[in-house]
């Protein structure tokens, strides 16, 4: 299984997406919640690169709702006004108790960060495979995120991979 080649950190920023998904009322983990789970867990090399890019887990969130919002509007659909009208009774959260499936294209993802490990002859699934696999999908609701909040994947990839040899050095 693929799961067996995550590091540590990698394990982490995984448990935190499917947390994220979960809080954000996401029927399943996508690939911004993989996104999201990086920047939550703040370990790694994606973290540190996200984070030195000027990425948060606020503004990466407030990105994710704005994503919906925009797309509910598309709709005729105002999720500001859904909100203050049902008030408390809104609660999107999923219960602990629900398992939350990993969506096909947060399983390409993961597909792809095997594929980018092996391409750099790593042993390891680290965090900046995940990011990169996060990247190759230009069309992606994560990379559409990380448009928005001013970071293109060349930029990100860059920086990625400056760290990288940072880390190896």
């Known amino acids: 299984m693929i799961f067996n080649r995550f590091a540590r950190e990698t394990r982490r920023c995984v448990e935190a997406a499917v947390e994220e998904a979960r809080a954000l009322g996401h029927d399943s983990v996508g690939e911004e919640d993989l996104l999201l ?92 495979h995940v990011l990169l696999g996060i990247l190759r999908n230009e069309d992606g609701t994560a990379v559409r995120m990380l448009a928005r909040l001013g970071v293109s994947p060349e930029m990100l990839e860059r920086r990625l991979f400056e760290l990288r040899g940072r880390v190896a050095g």
């Not at 503004?59 to 709702?65: I, L, V």
Request: no cysteine; hydrophobic share 40%; glycine share 10%.
């Open 37 to 128: 789970g990086i920047v939550r867990a703040d370990e790694g090399v994606a973290a540190e690169a996200l984070s030195s890019l000027g990425v948060t887990l606020e503004g990466a969130r407030d990105e994710s709702e704005g994503m919906l919002s925009d797309a509910l509007s598309s709709v005729g659909i105002s999720l500001e006004e859904v909100r203050r009208e049902a008030g408390d009774a809104l609660d999107m959260t999923i219960p602990d108790e629900r398992r939350i499936p990993f969506s096909p294209r947060a399983k390409k993802v993961l597909e792809r960060a095997l594929r980018e490990a092996v391409g750099l002859r790593d042993n390891y699934i680290g965090t900046e």
